[in-house]
């Protein structure tokens, strides 16, 4: 029932910005945190940012921080990540997830998940 759509992924010079978005349905998404991940070939998903379902207020990863911003618009059950200055070490596929908790920079903190959306950072 639950559905997250990942989707504004693509191929984009270092430097260059992309704005990623997480349609949601099948859920009161305006209750759950959310949040991005990313995973590389051959790596384990890491947290990159996540947004509060109660007050908003957002969490970043050293390694995106001044770069990203995470921002959602529960009208439109639906969450961005907006991606500026991108470096080549960004390039993995880039997952949403929707989660109930409190912890929420650990895969198992949430508790749906799309099929992601791949961003590749060419030099």
């Known amino acids: 029932q639950v559905q997250l759509v990942e989707s504004g992924g693509g191929l984009v010079q270092a430097g260059g910005s992309l704005r990623l978005s997480c349609a949601a349905s099948?859920?009161?998404?305006?209750?759950?945190?959310m949040g991005w991940f990313g995973q590389a070939p051959g790596k384990e998903r890491e947290f990159l940012a996540a947004?509060?379902?109660?007050?908003?207020?957002?969490y970043y990863a050293d390694s995106v921080k001044g770069r990203f911003i995470i921002y959602r618009d529960n009208a439109k059950n639906t969450m961005y990540l907006q991606m500026n200055r991108l470096k080549p070490e960004d390039t993995a596929g880039y997952y949403c997830g929707a989660g109930r908790r409190f912890r929420l920079q650990r895969e198992d903190d949430y508790d749906y998940w799309g099929q992601g959306t791949q961003v590749t950072v060419s030099s």
């Open positions: 947004i509060r379902w109660n007050d908003g207020s957002t």
């Open positions: 099948g859920l009161t998404f305006s209750r759950y945190t």
